[in-house]
Nanobody, 120 residues
Framework: VDFKESGGDSVQSGGSLRLSCAYS????????MGWFRQPPGKEREGIAT???????TYADSVKGRFTISQDNAKNMLYLQMNSLKPEDSGMYYC???????????????WGQGTQVTVSS
């Protein structure tokens, strides 16, 4: 398994969680890394990405509340989630995509996910 997510939990609205993704090998240090989530009964959506040049992007729904970060020395990807809302509930996945210049190509390597549940 190349990716292993952890840190999912059940929290109350307004709470915080930090998700972690451990990835194996040095290959992914040159990739785009991202966090995605799939709410119950809905399609998977992109939450945050980080390019290997350090550029970060966020979905509008999480801007100002979530922060993506990466520690290549430890082969770890993180997602700090603050001010959580019930609509943030879902299965959270980390993934990797090869890059082309400043762009992230398709995310083709995925973890198994970690569950986040936010109650009101």
């Amino acid at each position: 398994v190349d990716f292993k997510e952890s840190g999912g939990d059940s929290v109350q609205s307004g709470g915080s969680l930090r998700l972690s993704c451990a990835y194996s090998g040095d290959t992914y240090s040159s990739y785009c890394m991202g966090w995605f989530r799939q709410p119950p009964g809905k399609e998977r959506e992109g939450i945050a990405t980080i390019h290997n040049d350090g550029t970060k992007t966020y979905a509008d729904s999480v801007k100002g509340r979530f922060t993506i970060s990466q520690d290549n020395a430890k082969n770890m990807l993180y997602l700090q989630m603050n001010s959580l809302k019930p609509e943030d509930s879902g299965m959270y996945y980390c993934a990797a995509a090869p890059t082309h210049g400043s762009s992230c190509l398709d995310f083709r390597y995925w973890g198994q996910g970690t569950q986040v549940t936010v109650s009101s």
